[in-house]
């Protein structure tokens, strides 16, 4: 299971990962965060690929796209 993590305290809201997400995976949240910013949120985690292209284009270091594994 993938898991794409988003830091509210980093992300400035300039939407570059929205823009070069190649899956679409990303989109604006509805809603600001406490600093007035409008950041990316996961709208479609089931097409992400890892091709960590969010991650390389941050320019704040705010996303982390990680594997999780199932335990059962």
């Given at each position: 299971?993938?898991?794409i993590v988003i830091n509210a305290?980093?992300?400035k809201g300039?939407?570059?990962c929205i823009d070069f997400?190649?899956?679409?995976v990303l989109q604006p949240a509805k809603e600001m965060?406490?600093?007035g910013y409008i950041l990316p949120e996961v709208s479609h985690i089931d097409a992400c690929t890892q091709c960590q292209l969010?991650?390389?284009?941050c320019p704040d270091l705010a996303i982390a796209v990680t594997s999780k594994e199932k335990r059962g």
């Open positions: 299971m993938i898991e305290n980093y992300c300039c939407s570059i997400c190649p899956k679409d965060n406490a600093k969010c991650v390389i284009v």
